[in-house]
């Protein structure tokens, strides 16, 4: 999209530096990353502790040595905090996170942190989900943003009630 410079400069936009400015602009707002808790506008009480609640059931690591054998289902998720598509499988991951606790193991690798988990996956492009029975195996694995509904259906074929 081109702006006319008399627009930018009504702004206070360099023109020319205006997909700059929106990249920066989108990548430093607050909310952004599963550390987001600490850069949100202050919200009631008891929505933080549902929000720092779910977050905590999301395991963020780069351990590789994780006990499946607890949960019908370990749900891996293979990408990084700083990746558009990425963050859109944050508040996905965190709400099967806290609507399955016990039945459904999530797991968070940030590949641009620690490339390690990318290679034990054999991983190609980020987001990746990779899904793992109770003795480790892959059931399954899925690219890109995995829609909730979708998700969710493909969980319970697998025994999550």
């Given at each position: 999209?081109?702006?006319?410079?008399?627009?930018?400069?009504?702004?206070?936009?360099?023109?020319?530096?205006?997909?700059?400015?929106?990249?920066?602009?989108?990548?430093?707002?607050?909310?952004?990353?599963?550390?987001?808790?600490?850069?949100?506008?202050?919200?009631?009480?008891s929505s933080q502790a549902q929000d720092a609640?779910?977050?905590?059931?999301?395991?963020?690591?780069?351990?590789?040595?994780?006990?499946?054998?607890?949960?019908?289902?370990?749900?891996?998720?293979?990408?990084?905090?700083?990746?558009?598509?990425?963050?859109?499988?944050?508040?996905?991951?965190?709400?099967?996170?806290?609507?399955?606790?016990?039945?459904?193991?999530?797991?968070?690798?940030?590949?641009?942190?620690?490339?390690?988990?990318?290679?034990?996956?054999?991983?190609?492009?980020?987001?990746?989900?990779?899904?793992?029975?109770?003795?480790?195996?892959?059931?399954?694995?899925?690219?890109?943003?995995?829609?909730?509904?979708?998700?969710?259906?493909?969980?319970?074929?697998?025994?999550?009630?």
């Amino acid at each position: 999209m081109k702006f006319p410079p008399s627009f930018l400069k009504k702004r206070g936009l360099i023109p020319g530096a205006f997909p700059f400015v929106l990249t920066v602009v989108l990548l430093a707002r607050p909310g952004y990353g599963l550390n987001a808790a600490n850069h949100e506008s202050p919200a009631p009480a008891s929505s933080q502790a549902q929000d720092a609640e779910a977050k905590s059931l999301v395991i963020v690591t780069d351990r590789l040595d994780l006990d499946f054998s607890k949960h019908v289902v370990t749900f891996i998720e293979l990408g990084a905090d700083r990746c558009i598509p990425c963050k859109a499988m944050q508040p996905i991951m965190k709400e099967i996170a806290a609507e399955y606790e016990g039945q459904v193991q999530v797991v968070f690798y940030d590949v641009w942190k620690n490339p390690e988990p990318a290679r034990k996956y054999a991983i190609q492009l980020i987001p990746t989900q990779v899904f793992l029975d109770k003795s480790g195996n892959e059931i399954s694995r899925h690219v890109g943003l995995f829609p909730k509904d979708e998700l969710v259906a493909f969980l319970k074929k697998q025994g999550v009630q």
